[in-house]
Every structure is written in structure tokens, then in C-alpha cells.
Nanobody, 115 residues
Framework: QVQLVESGGGLVQPGGSLRLSCVGA????????MGWYRQAPGKTRELVAD???????NYADFVKGRFTISRDNAKNTVFLEMNSLKPEDTAVYYC?????????WGQGTQVTVSA
């Protein structure tokens, strides 16, 4: 059974940094486009960044220049480096794997940006 397990969330002050990780199990990881999404209370889930199987990246405008997505196919892991965090970045962050008709989600990791 495919599993995506996120880690690295937590409480950070405004201007701080966090690095999220997502490890895939029972998945041909290198085939999948990997993405990070987030959902704040009362809001819909939104794309933060994604990275293709070839390593091409895409970012939401609200994180450009602050967040960096990367992947290590040898370790079945995708990362999200988050810098210059703002209170509005507070949300549950979810890892997503997508390939053809296959679509999988992790359980999410909470990121809270607060003084």
C-alpha cells in the first residue's frame, strides 16, 4: 500500500525557517510528480509548489523567492525548504504524488507561524 509520510512541521516565529520532508513507500517514486499543498482553517487546499519527475519546479506566487522544493529519488523523498515564513503561511501542509490516474496524499504536517 502506498504511503506518503510528512515530517518537519512545527511552531516557528515570523521570519523563521522550516524544512518539510515527505517520504514515499511502496511507490515508484521517480515516476511521480510530487507536490506540496496547504490548507488553512476555513480555506480550500491550495498548491504551494510541485516538481516533475524530471525536476522541473513550479511555485505559487505567494511563495516565490521564499520556498524551494526539491527531490531525492534515491531516497524516495521530496523536500520543501521554507524561509522568511509569515503568519499567513500557517496551515496543514500535505504531500501529494501524482502519475497518470494515480494520486496519493500524505496525512499532513502542521506549520504554525506565530510570535
Amino acid at each position: 500500500q502506498v504511503q506518503l509520510v510528512e515530517s518537519g512541521g512545527g511552531l516557528v516565529q515570523p521570519g523563521g525557517s522550516l524544512r518539510l520532508s515527505c517520504v514515499g513507500a511502496e511507490i515508484s517514486f521517480f515516476l511521480y510528480r510530487m507536490g506540496w499543498y496547504r490548507q488553512a482553517p476555513g480555506k480550500t487546499r491550495e498548491l504551494v509548489a510541485d516538481i516533475s519527475s524530471e525536476g522541473m519546479t513550479n511555485y505559487a506566487d505567494f511563495v516565490k523567492g521564499r520556498f524551494t522544493i526539491s527531490r531525492d529519488n534515491a531516497k524516495n523523498t521530496v523536500f520543501l525548504e521554507m524561509n522568511s515564513l509569515k503568519p499567513e503561511d500557517t496551515a496543514v501542509y500535505y504531500c501529494n504524488a501524482h502519475w497518470t490516474s494515480r494520486d496519493f496524499w500524505g496525512q499532513g504536517t502542521q506549520v504554525t507561524v506565530s510570535a
